[in-house]
């Protein structure tokens, strides 16, 4: 249901509007990632960072989650292992199947890629003013639990 007051209200303007700055919220969060000691690929924080939420994926889920085929997936999960990021091991009952996680090293990357996003956002909000900043979280936490009870289906 799009409920909608007026034209500076209307759901659809305000899309356009926010494309902007997800853009430019973007660039800030890619940028800050490469401030890491170890710069990985947009691809490779992905894959670190679901596996942090869900260790012990085997490749075929991971591949799901981000929407890539398995070789991919597979090549993706060789160079983070390489890099000493990524651990595998044996699924205790299915002998062909691996388990993937984040290694201690790659917890810590993410640790520190999270925190120079945080300080990143941190001084961008930092030239907000106040209420603007409320205004903010505001709406993002309601954009958040919007999305959670909307359905999901593929853009047209």
């Known amino acids: ?72 997936a597979s090549r993706l999960c060789d160079r983070l292992e390489a890099a000493g990021l990524l651990e595998r091991e044996a699924h205790p009952h299915r002998r062909r199947e691996v388990r993937l996680r984040p290694s201690a090293h790659g917890r810590r990357v993410l640790a520190e890629v999270a925190e120079l996003r945080t300080r990143a956002l941190a001084s961008a909000m930092a030239a907000m003013a106040p209420g603007d900043r409320a205004a903010m979280r505001r709406g993002l936490v309601a954009f958040l639990l919007a999305g959670e009870a909307a359905p999901r289906s593929a853009p047209e």
């Open 1 to 72: 249901m799009t409920r909608s007051t007026g034209p500076d209200d209307d759901p659809h303007t305000i899309a356009r509007d926010l494309a902007g700055a997800v853009d430019s919220l973007t660039a800030l969060w890619s940028l800050a990632a490469q401030g890491a000691a170890l710069r990985l690929s947009p691809h490779q924080l992905r894959a670190l960072r679901i596996l942090e939420a869900a260790p012990g994926l085997n490749l075929t889920a991971l591949a799901q989650r981000m929407d890539i085929g398995p070789p991919t």
